[in-house]
């Protein structure tokens, strides 16, 4: 967002300028956005139609691979499951990284550093590694297959990036208002929830919307520690799009458009608060 | 009084238990959604032959009340559900185990147990090459139950006909057919080159030829270090296979399809042919717009072996070595593998051939040519070492994108091979 | 601005406590493991350091190293200038710029079997429905059509560009944040002392941007090295000379069983990346900035 400078005559060099900026925008846009075209349009594409056009509008709209993509993906059933763990994790998550990251912002304690460095240590571990020691470490706590372990693997999958984040916004919070919960004896809980929390809303807000997309899109590790069909989470179900012989794209990119959906819908409406949220803080 | 209802109270109880405390419950397992019977039907089919294989087993043994069912999951992911599911303390006694995992890498990993005595129980039932499929280190694995593929070319009738092409019994026929493709801007032969694990199907189907129909032995012998890849009839083949590309027959650029891609090629008539096996005929039929054909592996001239198809019993049932009830679990693959139930469960699929003599193939015209194909010659990709496989198949690749020379493919593998003995492999193990 | 407080250990348990739980006692675990012969189910013999000996002497991990090291240069510049020239193009004076703003991360919610399909048809031959080879051709540019993803000269290009693409959005945004914190008296400063826009923006702009850089260079490293099993996997398979070392950790691992060799080189990776950031943050505090 850029002031209105008072001298803006279009002068011919400007004039240039303005124009060739606005091409290489609509450039940059059309690229970003010319895959979701294509999803959208080959979901309303027959099978046959997916190969023999694969860039041009659908000639016929299928409307049915939506339905279709529903029931074998079996949507209905999982989404409640998805929803369980994310909301799960998210709330793990934010517990454990706002009291961390407001521990690191205004306390000095002995072993600060060192904590920072672990945190950021964790995130250099190659995530594929981990997957046979997190297994066992589940079986033997007993929270192998439940909805409970794995949100915790969510939860500790984002937990350094959103302590980082979340700490550069708390730290952007002048320090006087806090001053005057402490001279009142607040504790250091209190004085988060009720003084930092609202002043922050658009960093958590901001971490809360990348770190639910990650969960809610994850395939790999649902696979891996939900055991029970019945537990299986949304995007599982895409599996069933991918058959020995061939892969259903129509559907497969109906199913995803139905998974993307609540992403899209969540981030258009809190786009402005998400963005201000990023831009609000990450600088320090 | 009240001594005789406390009697018959207890009377009452222990005959609700009782029943309850000899039931059995048994677990079937598929590491993939592949791993099912009528494997390739659709779900509603599944389930019908199951549940029909199932009621009738626990009517002859009813002390079973409940049989499970799990197979989820792609194919690629199958090793590491079974083993997941096995690490994780999962109940499993029957595993629906593919041929090829068997071979490469359940056997090695104990993650299954040693089936001889069930199958010598059954001798005389299994079609040729069926146990040997699931036979690793000397000792039987598995018990074939399952359609029996072997690799073939697909073609387009309309396109060869326009091509003024009959399907090619000698490389040179097919050779000849390359400019009047080039005119018709149709690719003779495209393949999947994305998925490097299926270009070592003509490097087989190659060296076949060049071994005198020896190439098992031959490839033994490299293993064991009597011989190498850069020998002649291993040269050769590659050589063999990559005048496929040379020559205008395979399309150069074939590192760029995926198994879905090259299919859609073909189905849309850009491609005239390509080379995969018999579990894609249901795929086939449903898709291919047009008249369609099968067609063996040419002959290459003045090589000494005539052309084979690899293949075989695809797949069969094991026993899990974490199974609680192994003698249960050994109870309902006898059952299921006498031929009644496995004419019932391979039914539709309408096999080609089946693992068992007593089950017989289907009669459509692409299913008879393939008849013709059999017996079947073992895939070489199941005795070669993982690690090395993955070098084959990667320069394979390389080779048919034309990145590397045969030499240097011969080399490159030879050199693969080196390292790992040097590093303590020993064929055999 | 810090308080010397005992309070905080009661604040830090949630948090220590996930760490330690799902990520610390994993992280050692394996480390352990990757100290064995180990094939996803039994513990074997003790290798010791002799395994990471063994790991580094191996031509193709070595390979894949190299190929790692290659697209972590490639993406990391790559993600940081094109955010950048994002960030400030969005920020300029343009009709659309706002929605532009969302538009252009909508990559970053993309699901990756989507990316890959799309990438995989738009950078293929012509004759199978290549969109970008057929752009080419219809600008003339015939003469630098390829096979894109299929050949050993430009695969390990191609896919760091997809992953630019679809990163790129994210660092905009970040970038985004720390420009709105420069004041812009700094600008005003500026233009009254006659620099033009290219000027104050080398000048002003970028000195600022410091740690937001810092930041977003850290980042793009890490997942560069770590987590770019995705893009890679979906666009090649880890052919053509784009084998990464998590891609090869991946075959060591699912297809030869060998999990215990797939972890050693997982740590290997781990302390080359540690290395390189923690120097790079040392350099940082050094220069006075601060992440």
Redesign the interface.
Same mark, same amino acid.
């Given at each position: 967002m850029s002031r209105k400078s008072p001298s803006m005559v279009l002068q011919p060099q400007a004039f240039l300028k303005m124009s060739l900026g606005h091409l290489v925008l609509a450039f940059a846009v059309v690229q970003a956005m010319w895959p979701v075209a294509w999803i959208l349009f080959g979901s309303l594409k027959s099978r046959q139609e997916f190969y023999t056009n694969p860039w041009g509008m659908p000639r016929s709209w299928q409307f049915s691979n939506y339905s279709d993509a529903f029931a074998i993906a079996r949507v209905g059933d999982y989404l409640l499951n998805s929803l369980i763990v994310v909301a799960l994790g998210l709330a793990i998550l934010l517990v454990a990284a706002s009291t961390t990251a407001y521990a690191l912002a205004r306390f000095s304690f002995p072993g600060r550093h060192a904590v920072s460095i672990v945190i950021l240590a964790t995130m250099m571990v190659p995530p594929d590694i981990l997957t046979i020691p997190l297994f066992v470490v589940l079986r033997s706590l007993g929270l192998l297959g439940g909805f409970f372990g794995l949100a915790c693997i969510y939860a500790a999958g984002g937990f350094g990036m959103s302590v980082f984040l979340l700490r550069s916004y708390f730290l952007a919070v002048p320090v006087e208002l806090e001053e005057a919960a402490v001279l009142e004896g607040a504790s250091p809980l209190k004085i988060l929830l009720y003084a930092i929390l609202p002043l922050t809303l658009p960093g958590f807000l901001a971490v809360t919307i990348i770190q639910a997309m990650g969960m809610w899109n994850d395939l790999y590790l649902a696979f891996v520690f939900l055991r029970d069909p019945a537990s299986a989470t949304v995007p599982l179900g895409l599996l069933n799009f991918f058959h020995r012989e061939a892969i259903d794209w129509p559907r497969l990119l109906a199913a995803l458009s139905i998974l993307t959906l609540p992403v899209l819908v969540f981030y258009s409406l809190f786009q402005r608060r998400f963005v201000e949220g990023i831009t609000s803080g990450a600088v320090k | 009084m009240r001594q005789q209802s406390i009697f018959a109270a207890l009377a009452l109880t222990t005959a609700l238990i009782a029943p309850a405390a000899g039931a059995k419950e048994l677990h079937v397992f598929g590491p993939s959604t592949w791993d099912t019977f009528a494997a390739g039907s659709p779900e509603e089919i599944v389930k019908k032959v199951t549940d029909d294989l199932d009621a009738k087993f626990m009517a002859k043994f009813p002390e079973v009340t409940k049989v499970w069912h799990d197979a989820r999951g792609t194919v690629s992911d199958g090793l590491s559900r079974l083993r997941n599911a096995q690490l994780a303390g999962d109940p499993i006694d029957v595993i629906v185990c593919a041929a090829n995992p068997v071979n490469t890498s359940f056997a090695r990993l104990g993650l299954i147990t040693p089936a001889d005595s069930l199958v010598e129980q059954m001798k005389g039932r299994f079609t040729p090459g069926s146990v040997e499929n699931f036979t690793v280190g000397g000792k039987i694995w598995g018990v074939p139950l399952s359609a029996v593929n072997v690799t073939t070319f697909f073609y387009n009738k309309t396109l060869f006909k326009e091509a003024g092409l009959e399907p090619p019994k000698t490389y040179a026929e097919f050779l000849k057919a390359v400019p009047k493709f080039k005119e018709m801007d149709v690719i003779p032969v495209v393949h999947q080159g994305k998925n490097a694990w299926m270009w070592p199907l003509y490097y087989m189907s190659s060296l076949a030829e060049t071994t005198g129909n020896k190439q098992l032995e031959f490839v033994e012998d490299v293993l064991k270090g009597n011989a190498k890849f850069t020998d002649a009839p291993s040269l050769k083949a590659l050589q063999l296979t990559r005048k496929w590309v040379d020559d205008g027959l395979v399309d150069p650029q074939s590192n760029e399809l995926d198994e879905d891609a090259m299919k859609s090629v073909f189905y849309s008539a850009r491609a005239a042919s390509y080379f995969g096996a018999s579990w894609d005929l249901p795929a086939v039929k449903a898709n291919a717009p047009f008249e369609w054909g099968v067609f063996k592996f040419p002959q290459y001239e003045g090589e000494p072996g005539h052309p084979v198809a690899f293949g075989g019993a695809e797949s069969g049932l094991c026993i899990s070595s974490t199974s609680k009830e192994p003698e249960l679990a050994a109870e309902y693959i006898r059952f299921a593998a006498e031929d009644a139930q496995t004419a019932a469960l391979l039914a539709p699929v309408a096999p080609v051939a089946t693992s068992h003599v007593g089950v017989a193939g289907s009669t459509d015209p692409a299913s008879k040519d393939l008849q013709t194909y059999l017996p079947a010659e073992k895939f070489l990709d199941w005795v070669w070492p993982r690690e090395l496989t993955e070098t084959i198949q990667r320069s394979v690749q390389s080779m048919m994108g034309s990145s590397i020379t045969p030499e240097q493919a011969a080399a490159q593998m030879q050199a693969k091979l080196d390292s790992m003995v040097s590093s303590g492999y020993k064929f055999g193990n | 601005?810090?308080?010397?407080?005992?309070?905080?250990?009661?604040?830090?348990?949630?948090?220590?406590? @996930?760490?330690s739980?799902?990520?610390?006692?994993?992280?050692t675990?394996?480390f352990w493991? *990757?100290l064995h012969e180990f %094939?996803?189910?039994?513990v074997g013999a003790w290798n010791g350091l002799a395994q990471y000996q063994?790991v580094l002497n191996d031509p193709e991990f070595l390979g894949a190293l190299w190929h790692t090291v290659l697209f972590a240069m490639i993406v990391v510049v790559g993600k940081n200038v094109v955010g950048l020239a994002?960030a400030v193009?969005?920020?300029?004076?343009?009709?659309?710029?706002r929605?532009?703003?969302?538009?252009?991360?909508?990559?970053v919610?993309?699901?990756i079997?989507?990316?890959g399909?799309?990438?995989?048809?738009f950078l293929?031959?012509r004759?199978?429905?290549? @969109?970008f080879n057929e752009m080419l051709n219809a600008v003339g540019l015939s003469a630098i059509e390829s *096979?894109w993803?299929?050949? %050993?000269t430009t695969a390990l290009a191609s896919v760091a560009a997809v992953e630019i693409?679809r990163w790129a959005?994210l660092h905009m945004?970040?970038f985004?944040?720390?420009m709105?914190?420069i004041e812009?008296q700094l600008y005003d400063a500026g233009r009254m002392d006659g620099a033009n826009g290219w000027q104050r923006f080398w000048n002003i702009t970028l000195p600022q941007l410091g740690?937001?850089l810092s930041?977003s260079i850290l980042l793009a490293l890490?997942g560069a090295?770590?987590?770019s099993?995705d893009v890679v996997w979906v666009l090649?398979?880890g052919?053509?000379g784009t084998d990464v070392?998590?891609t090869h950790?991946?075959?060591e691992?699912?297809?030869?069983?060998r999990?215990g060799r797939?972890?050693a080189m997982?740590?290997i990776?781990?302390a080359i990346?540690?290395a390189i950031?923690f120097t790079f943050l040392f350099f940082n505090r050094r220069s006075g900035r601060?992440v």
């Open positions: - | - | 601005m810090h308080r010397q407080v005992n309070a905080p250990y009661a604040l830090l348990i949630p948090g220590m406590t @996930l760490l739980v799902f990520l610390i006692v994993p992280s675990y394996g493991l *990757s %094939d996803g189910l039994t063994a994002l193009l969005v920020s300029a004076p343009l009709k659309g710029a929605v532009a703003r969302t538009l252009l991360f909508l990559p919610t993309m699901n079997i989507v990316i399909a799309f990438w995989t048809f293929s031959a004759r199978f429905g290549g @969109l *096979s993803l299929s050949s %050993d693409w959005g945004l970040l985004l944040a720390g709105q914190a812009p740690p937001v930041v890490m090295f770590v987590r099993f090649t398979r052919g053509f070392v998590v950790m991946y075959n691992a699912f297809q030869f069983s999990f797939a972890a997982g740590y990776l781990f990346i540690a950031s601060n």
